[in-house]
Structures are given as structure tokens and as C-alpha cells.
């Protein structure tokens, strides 16, 4: 019957109400071939409960005609047809007449309506010019054809319809309304109709919050949640037509008198639950291939990792799951289902052997089609093309015609099949994925890339990302700014790159999809900056621009690379500069990413020094706030000509700098002084770095503004709860406290009184609201929320407690020492040079060095010596050489700065800022209180007091 009726056609006549055939059909015993049913009733186009034209559908067709005061002929035709007869050409018919309003050709029209109607078309009269000018217009206007026109929702075209200027609204109308009456009849005809939410509501299977579930999931973006929604529903209506019980029809059929066409006019409602479920299932059907096509859509073929295995398992558990519900079912596919579910549990599982596992798969869809599509009409194809095209035909002629028929049924059975194309096309492109990876990449390459999970790769600072919210990738510094974030903290807006992306950098980087796939992820998470700041990366007018910094799990400070500002060029920044209060800013923010992106390259931070020193001298001033803006531009420029020197090509497109910034901050894990760091400390290599990036906080911005670190527990003084102690400078920006490359302020007056007696100010009392601001903080996490004591690095961009930023937290490193060493000297004995900020230690004596050469010849001459460092700064790249020294010097910086933690962490005995030493790097020589002094002479340094001595002198403990 089913090749019969594919090859012959089918005509039911409308006063048949073949309904009642398929509820007596579906009554029977047909559960053992549920799938042959299906293959059979699908042929079947009478799936609608309105018998004839009623709601909706009436009330268009006969408005339209009534527009035309019936006088239209064609349209009058094709309400009467509507009316009189329940036919899904009247599909064909409705698409045709809107065509010819398009083209005015009428021969498409003459083979489906009466002649009479077609030589009443009258190509120049009122019924014709107008709606085909308005179509013609429409479709000019959408800029698609008339069939693409229908595809259109009914709002979008009723609004450009309203915005043609001609002057016909009788006409625009009855354009508006056969768009409408083509929608009607193609839902209430078609199989293939998309609007299901609308079909479902005339059901009565299902409940409004059902229907609106499905709903908002097909508008949203997680297709697999939809489809499993949609087979939720499937199984639901499976189970209502395979019920054993008799189900019962209401019939509410009238005729009419009148005859049409030679048929009897008739109208009413068939309601039959089996029926209206199949039929129903086989819209539902068609939204499962959609659904289906959406989600093998979304896995990338161009490379394979553990997590692509995953998903393909997924969407081949769920095509699993569409071929049971439609009847199929193969034990071969399920077994070798099965073993790829097991094979995933191990991550030693070859490309090799998934490849095996997608290959049997195949051999059992290719058995599948055989026994459900193919096979089963093989007997009845030869006895039916023989019935149908035979008649006449010599034994070869009839033989070539039937592989001509059966190549086109079985090519239209398979595309109407559900499911069933789509898994076969998926496995293939598995297959042919999987062995374009092993003929062209190294099985090292291959192991790197199936350990990548592309979803574990970025996570934002303001969403939680639970599989990924650990210190193991975001590092620590990130995954305590987001905890700041989920409590309240002002922190600013950013996102991670975890540690993911440094474990498969390289491979990542190497292969085109992959890298592209990287750029789409961090572009995303920009966008979503954008949003939130009302910023533009790149947008000259309104400028995001962005800090980039590392975050280890294992906590390194210093040891690796920052850039300040990234996202400026040339032209952003010159537009910048003239808005208000961005002059001198914008150009002091270009010269910090300028030299943070040269010193990435290995320029040395001298380099930038002595230039900065130089513009000092020529402008005459002390300190950098004293430049002026075109000052500070022309030393921008100078920079940029420094990295030019070194012939290091700046990236001008700020997406670029983002991107190579990102690069630069994980390959600095392999830097010297990240190297000594992890040596030293004895931290693994394997952990990596994630990448923090966030929006800058400008503490630059104004004279009022400003960058500072404090630890909420004094060192100097022993006493519970916070007590602020740290330190601060004026209109700078992130890494200049931290890097201890300038002279410091206190934060508070006990610091001020006891080691700054040179300054008139501390934070406490300049800024008492930032202060009282930063006091609330550090109790809040102390007391609520149970930290132990903190270092809390923050800027804020002006007095206003609104404007503080915590930028970085992490426990405060508090060694208690019961034994301190002091100097067994009296007082009035010591040759007293200079006084800095002691950073504790104790007392010690030892010789001078300027740098790591230093210290190796004079460890080989004197073996058992001490060694002080001494340096103008206490920069992050000194670290390994403080690894090697027994004590510290250096004239600019604070307390908190990385070098000095380092050191105060190491137990090295250290003082910092001693204003009054001045260090020539050069020359290896340091003048301190008018007394020169080289490398090997001999000093000593308290780090309790602060002082510094000339001389060595013994040390004692004291208790």
C-alpha cells in the first residue's frame, strides 16, 4: 500500500472524512509495527480537526473577498475552494496568486483554476494593477522574493507594507490578508508547518505552562533542552496512539445544500485523540529535525577534543533516543553506543579506536535502512512499477524503468524519514573529522588537543562558572576577586582566562578554528564589558581600556608580566586627551602601556627611566604630575621611539594588543625571574598562569586620585582585630606601589609619626573617607566573612568612597618573630648613615652588592660573607637576586611592594624608601649621607628600626 501510494498518488475525497479511517487503523493491534504504520499514515494529507473553512480561516477568505465586493474573480474562486473543501492545495493555489500579484504572468495559474476564472484576469484593470505594484514594492523593500516574502512574520510585513507610499489601503489590505490566509492553510495542511507553538494550543494534550515552557525554550539559545522537551512530549503522544483501549470520535459534521464543484459542501469538527496525536506527532517530528540540525550545528568538525567527544555522545544519545520513539529499534547500535559511553572513562582511549567504534555505528545505520527502508519494499516496488508503468514494456526496458522508480522512492523515503539522515551524515562527518586529525597532527599535538576543554576556558569576574570557580584555574588572585565581586566589593568589571588556555596555548594558537574559536570567546566576553560599562574597546569617544594581569594558584607576586591600558593607539588617545579632564591622563596612560608592552619585549625599565629623567631636566620639574599634557605627550612619543630603537613593532588595532597582551602574560611563566621565583619556592612548573583582564580604574585621573596596598593587620604593632598599615601615592596607576617605583605615603597617622617623619599626610587624613571606606572592607572580610589578614591592593579615582576599587587581595604574610637579632652595640657607637621604612628581620651586617655579578664574584672571594643588596627601586625583576642576598635596601618604595613582601616572606632582613641614598647603577656606587660607598664594602641595617649604619658591628638575640 505505501509503495502504491507513493507512486500512484492519492485523492480523498473531502465527504470521505478519511479521519474515521485512520482511528479505525489505529484502534487495531498495530504496537509490533508501529514504524510501518507511520511510513503509511504519513502519506495520508487529512491531519486537521476544522473540517472546511471555520475561525480564522474563514473570517480572512471572506473578508478579502469582501474587499473586492466579490467582483475579483480569482479571489472569489479561491475563498469558494477554501470554503467547500478541506485540500492541501489550496496551499499551492494561495502561493500562485501571489506570485502572479509579483510577475503578472497567468499561464501558472491555468492548470488550477476554471477557465472561466482565468479569462476573467484582466491584467490592466483595478484588481490587478495596484496589489501588483504594492507586491512588487513589498518584496523590493524586504528585498526578497515572493516566497521568501511568506516566510516573513506577519507584524514585520504589515509594517512595510504600511510604509509604501501608494495610496491604496483597500489593497494593502488584501496583500496583508493573503500573506495571512497562506499561513492558515499551511498550518492547518502541512506537516512541515514551523509554527508549532500555535498547533499545540488548538490540542488539548498539553498544559498552557507546558506549551509556554517549550515555547521560551525554542526562542532561546540550549537546543538540547528544547528537543528533549519536544520528545518528552513525543513519548507522551506515543503513548496515547499505541493505547489498547478503543478511543472514541466526536463528530459535529454539517452539510451543506448547496453543491460546489460537483462535491457536497460540508463542515464541522473531528475530534479523535489517536488521531489527533499522530498527527501531531508528526509535526512534533519535523521540530525534532530542526532542533536536531541546531545541535549537530554547533559542534565543530575542524578539530576534536574530550569535550567535543562528549557532546557528539550526547547528540548521538539523543538521536538514540528519536530512532526508539519512532519505532527503530538496533541492538548492534546500541551495543557499540554503549562501549563509546564506556571508552570516554578513559582518557587513554585512542583517536584510533573512537574512529573503530563511529565505523561500526555506521555499518549498523546502513543495516538499519536496509531492514526498515530498503528491504522491505524490494518485493512490492518490482510487483507495483510492473502494475503502474509495465503496461507494454519489453523484460530490459521495464527492468531499467524499475531502478528508476526505486532509485527515487527509496531516495524520498529515506529524506522523509525521521532521524534516520541526519545520524548517517553525523557519523560521516565524525569519521572523516577524526581521521583528517591523525593523517595530519603528531599524537603529542593530538593528546594536547583532546584534553582542551574550550568550555573551561574563560570565566567573568561577575558570573559564577561552578566547574571552573577554583584557585586551580583562575588562579588565586581571580578567584578571590570573584568571591569580593559575589559579596558586594567594588571590584571592576573583567574576565578570566583560566589556566586552560595556558596548558594548550600552543596548540590553541597553531591551529586556525581553534584560535579563531579564541578570539570569538574573548570577544564575547568584551562585548558583555561594553554593555555593563558603557565603554567601546577601541572607541575613541568612550574608551574601555583594560589591565592584563597574571593569577597563579600558588601565589608569585611580581614574578610575571602586567600591561596597563591596553586598547590604546595613536588616534584614540589624541581624542581622548581632549575631553575634560583627560589631558594630562590620557597621555600619562599611553606612556604606561607603551613601556608595559616594551618592557615585555625586554626593554629594561632604565631605559624607560632615563628618558622620563631627561624630560624632568628639560621641563624643569620634580615629579611627573608637574608635566603638562603636551609635555607628557611628547614623552609618550619619546617611548614609542625607544621601542622603535629596539625595533619592537607596537600592534595599533587594540583587539590585536588584547590578544598579544593575553600571549605575553603566559609566556612570561617562563621569565627569569618566574623561573627563580618557582626554583626557590619549589612550586611546579606544570601549574601555569590564568590571565586576568579587567577594566582600568584610573588613579591618574585627577590629583585627588590615587593607587595604594594596605594589610589590615599592623606589622609594628600587636593588636587584635584591623589595624590599617601600608602605603600610597597620588595620581598614579596600578603598578606603581607594588612595584616600588616610587616614594611611598602612609596610610595611616601611627605610620606617619613613627617612620614618615618627613611627610605632612597619610591617607588616613588626606582621603578619611577612603580611608574609613577601606576600613569597612577589611572588617567586613575579617569578621563576616572569616579571611585571615589581607593584603588589599586598591586605587580609587577620587575622594568619593564611590570611586574605590579593590584591584587584588591575598592573606598577609604574618611572621611573629619571638627572637629578634639586634646590633650588640651601644647607640652612640654606630657610624648611623641613613633611615628608611624597616620592614623587620632583624639586624645584620654584610657586604654590598649592586647586582647578581656582585654577588657571585664576591661569594667566590668570601664564601661565608653576607650580602646587602642595594637598589634605587625595588622592581619586580630583582627578585631572583633577593633570592640570593641576606638583606635589602631600596631607596624609592613601600612596605608593600612585591619585592619587600618577598623578602619580608623570606625573612631577608629589609628596609625600603631611604630618601636620602642615591644609587648610580651604572657606575655600581651608592652615596649614602654624603659617603660613597662600592660593591664589597662593608654596612649593616636594622630592619626593625629602619636604620642604616656604616661599619660592621656584632648582633645578638633579643627575647
Not at 299 to 311: C, N
Not at 338 to 359: A, D, G, R, V
Not at 487 to 508: A, C, M, Q, S, W
Request: aromatic content about 10%.
Amino acid at each position: 500500500m505505501i509503495v502504491n501510494l507513493k507512486l500512484g498518488g492519492i485523492f480523498i475525497s473531502d465527504t470521505d472524512l478519511f479521519q474515521r479511517d485512520v482511528t479505525k487503523l489505529l484502534n487495531s493491534s498495530i504496537a509490533p509495527v508501529y514504524k510501518q504504520i507511520k511510513q503509511l499514515t504519513r502519506n495520508f494529507p487529512v491531519y486537521f480537526k476544522e473540517i472546511g473553512a471555520e475561525g480564522k480561516l474563514r473570517e480572512v477568505t471572506t473578508v478579502m473577498d469582501e474587499l473586492s465586493y466579490r467582483k475579483d474573480r480569482l479571489i472569489h474562486f479561491l475563498r469558494k475552494q477554501v470554503h467547500t473543501e478541506s485540500n492541501n492545495t489550496h496551499v499551492g493555489l494561495t502561493k500562485r496568486i501571489l506570485e502572479f500579484w509579483h510577475n503578472g504572468d497567468i499561464e501558472p495559474l491555468k492548470p488550477v483554476i476554471p477557465s472561466d476564472v482565468y479569462d476573467s484576469i484582466n491584467l490592466k484593470g483595478e484588481w490587478f494593477t495596484d496589489i501588483h505594484r504594492l507586491t512588487v514594492q513589498l518584496c523590493e523593500k524586504k528585498e526578497v522574493t515572493p516566497e521568501k516574502l511568506l516566510e516573513l512574520e506577519e507584524a514585520e510585513i504589515d509594517a512595510a507594507i504600511a510604509e509604501i507610499s501608494i495610496e491604496n489601503e483597500r489593497d494593502k489590505k488584501r496583500l496583508s490578508l493573503i500573506i495571512q490566509l497562506y499561513k492558515l492553510l499551511l498550518e492547518k495542511y502541512s506537516l512541515e508547518s514551523g509554527n508549532i507553538i500555535s498547533i499545540l494550543k488548538t490540542y488539548r494534550f498539553f498544559s498552557g505552562n507546558d506549551i509556554q515552557s517549550l515555547s521560551e525554550l525554542l526562542d532561546g539559545s540550549d537546543a538540547k533542552t528544547a528537543l528533549k522537551e519536544v520528545f518528552r512530549q513525543m513519548h507522551y503522544l506515543k503513548k496515547i496512539i499505541l493505547d489498547p483501549n478503543n478511543s472514541e470520535a466526536l463528530e459535529n459534521i454539517y452539510y451543506k445544500r448547496h453543491i460546489a464543484v460537483g462535491i457536497p459542501s460540508m463542515y464541522g469538527q473531528y475530534l479523535e485523540p489517536k488521531f489527533e496525536a499522530l498527527g501531531l506527532m508528526f509535526r512534533l517530528e519535523k521540530v525534532a529535525s530542526n532542533l536536531m540540525e541546531r545541535l549537530v550545528g554547533g559542534i565543530s568538525f575542524d578539530y576534536v577534543t574530550a569535550k567535543t567527544m562528549r557532546d557528539m555522545y550526547d547528540i548521538l544519545e539523543l538521536f538514540q533516543e528519536g530512532l526508539e520513539l519512532d519505532g527503530i529499534e538496533n541492538q548492534g547500535f546500541n551495543s557499540n553506543f554503549h562501549m563509546l559511553k564506556y571508552s570516554l572513562t578513559s582518557p587513554s582511549f585512542s583517536l584510533y579506536q573512537y574512529i573503530n567504534i563511529f565505523e561500526f555505528m555506521t555499518q549498523n545505520i546502513k543495516e538499519i535502512i536496509n531492514e526498515y527502508f530498503l528491504r522491505v519494499y524490494d518485493q512490492s516496488l518490482k510487483i507495483v512499477v510492473k502494475q503502474l508503468k509495465g503496461s507494454g514494456m519489453e523484460e530490459d526496458e521495464l527492468r531499467e524503468q524499475y531502478l528508476k522508480v526505486s532509485e527515487n522512492f527509496y531516495r524520498e523515503v529515506l529524506s522523509s524519514a525521521f532521524l534516520i539522515q541526519q545520524l548517517d551524515n553525523f557519523l560521516s562527518n565524525i569519521i572523516n573529522s577524526l581521521r583528517n586529525l591523525v593523517e595530519n597532527h603528531t599524537s603529542e599535538y593530538i593528546s594536547n588537543m583532546m584534553t582542551y576543554n574550550p568550555d573551561m576556558i574563560v570565566s567573568s569576574l561577575y558570573k559564577p562558572t561552578v566547574e571552573i570557580d577554583n584557585q586551580v584555574f583562575l588562579g588565586s588572585k581571580a578567584h578571590y576577586l570573584k568571591k569580593l565581586y559575589s559579596y558586594g566589593f567594588p571590584i571592576p568589571e573583567g574576565f578570566v582566562l583560566t589556566t586552560e588556555l595556558f596548558r594548550h596555548k600552543d596548540t590553541i594558537l597553531t591551529h586556525p578554528s581553534m584560535n579563531m574559536e579564541l578570539d570569538s570567546i574573548i570577544a564575547a566576553q568584551i562585548h558583555d564589558m561594553e554593555k555593563i560599562t558603557g565603554l567601546g574597546f577601541g572607541n575613541p569617544d568612550k574608551p574601555l581600556m583594560l589591565s592584563v594581569r597574571s593569577g597563579t594558584a600558588i601565589s608569585m607576586p611580581g614574578a610575571m608580566s602586567t600591561f596597563l591600558n591596553v586598547g590604546l593607539n595613536d588616534e584614540i588617545v589624541e581624542a581622548l586627551s581632549h575631553q575634560p579632564n583627560f589631558g594630562w591622563t590620557s597621555w600619562d596612560c599611553y606612556r604606561r602601556f607603551i613601556q608595559s608592552w616594551g618592557m615585555s619585549c625586554g626593554i629594561k625599565r632604565d631605559v624607560f627611566d632615563s628618558v622620563i629623567i631627561h624630560y624632568k631636566r628639560k621641563y624643569n620639574v620634580e615629579q611627573k604630575v608637574q608635566f603638562n599634557s603636551e609635555q607628557m605627550k611628547e614623552i609618550a612619543f619619546a617611548y614609542k621611539k625607544v621601542l622603535q630603537g629596539y625595533n619592537i613593532h607596537i600592534e595599533k588595532e587594540p583587539y590585536k594588543q588584547l590578544k598579544q597582551a593575553i600571549i605575553s602574560v603566559i609566556e612570561s611563566w617562563s621569565s627569569l625571574r618566574a623561573i627563580s621565583y618557582r626554583e626557590h619556592l619549589q612550586i611546579a612548573d606544570e601549574w601555569g598562569t590564568a590571565v586576568i583582564v579587567q577594566k582600568m580604574v584610573l588613579g591618574n585621573i585627577a590629583l585627588n586620585s590615587g593607587t595604594g596596598v594596605v594589610f589590615t593587620h599592623d606589622p609594628k604593632q600587636n593588636k587584635p582585630g584591623v589595624n590599617l598599615y601600608g602605603d600610597f601615592t597620588l595620581c598614579s596607576q596600578g603598578e606603581d606601589i607594588v612595584a616600588g617605583l616610587v616614594h611611598t605615603l602612609p596610610a595611616t597617622e601611627s605610620q606617619r609619626n613613627s617612620a614618615y617623619n618627613d611627610c605632612e599626610m597619610s591617607l588616613e587624613t588626606s582621603h578619611p573617607e577612603i580611608y574609613k571606606r577601606l576600613i569597612e572592607l577589611s572588617a567586613k572580610l575579617i569578621d563576616e566573612y572569616g579571611f585571615n589578614h589581607q593584603e588589599l591592593e586598591f586605587t580609587f579615582e577620587s575622594e568619593n568612597p564611590e570611586d574605590l576599587y579593590i584591584l587584588q587581595t591575598r592573606d598577609q604574610n604574618i611572621n611573629k618573630q619571638d627572637n629578634l637579632t639586634v646590633l650588640d652595640v651601644p647607640s652612640d657607637k654606630l657610624k648611623h648613615a641613613s633611615r628608611g621604612i624597616g620592614i623587620g628581620g632583624g639586624a645584620m651586617s654584610g657586604l654590598l652588592v649592586f647586582d647578581r655579578e656582585d654577588i657571585i664574584s664576591l661569594g667566590e672571594k668570601y664564601p661565608d660573607a653576607k650580602f646587602i643588596l642595594v637598589r634605587p627601586d625595588t622592581v619586580p625583576d630583582d627578585i631572583p637576586m633577593i633570592f640570593q642576598c641576606d638583606g635589602l635596601v631600596t631607596g624609592k618604595g613601600g612596605a608593600t611592594s612585591h619585592a619587600a613582601v618577598t623578602a619580608a616572606k623570606l625573612g631577608k632582613v629589609c628596609i625600603v624608601n631611604c630618601k636620602t641614598i642615591k644609587v648610580n647603577e651604572a657606575k655600581k656606587e651608592c652615596t649614602i649621607d654624603g659617603e660613597k660607598l662600592k660593591p664589597g664594602d662593608v654596612i649593616s641595617i636594622d630592619g626593625n628600626l629602619g636604620n642604616i649604619y656604616i661599619g660592621e658591628y656584632p648582633t645578638k638575640l633579643y627575647e
